[in-house]
């Protein structure tokens, strides 16, 4: 069972930064495909930002320039650096991992919560 270990979030100022982890343990395949995903109270979850099987990063148009996803895969770690924080980046931020053959995200964190204020 894959489990996912989010840390990082806060709160932070516009025009600030963070940056979120993301520790991956208990798979017995080949190292996972991730990505991190947001969403706030009555809005759908949507994709922040994910590595593709081929390893190129896709991010959302809303934080394309501001945002960077990265991993250690000798740390099992994911990162999302966040930068040029706006208020309406503020969401509870999960990470999510899926067998790189699916296309389905199969295992979640339990997320974490960034509030950025004006």
């Known amino acids: 069972q894959v489990q996912l270990a989010e840390s990082g979030g806060g709160s932070a100022q516009a025009f600030g930064s963070l940056t979120l982890s993301c520790v991956a343990s208990?798979?017995?395949?080949?190292?996972?495909?991730m990505g991190w995903f947001r969403q706030v109270p009555a809005k759908e979850r949507e994709a922040v930002a994910v590595i593709e099987n081929d390893r190129r990063k896709t991010y959302a148009d809303s934080v394309k320039g501001r945002f960077t996803i990265s991993d250690d895969p000798a740390k099992n770690t994911l990162y999302l650096q966040m930068n040029s924080l706006k208020p309406e980046d503020t969401a509870m931020y999960y990470c999510?991992?899926?067998?790189?053959?699916?296309?389905?995200?199969?295992?979640w964190g339990q997320g974490t919560q960034v509030t950025v204020s004006s």
């Open positions: 208990g798979y017995t395949y080949s190292a996972p495909c």
């Open positions: 999510a991992a899926r067998p790189c053959w699916s296309d389905e995200y199969e295992y």
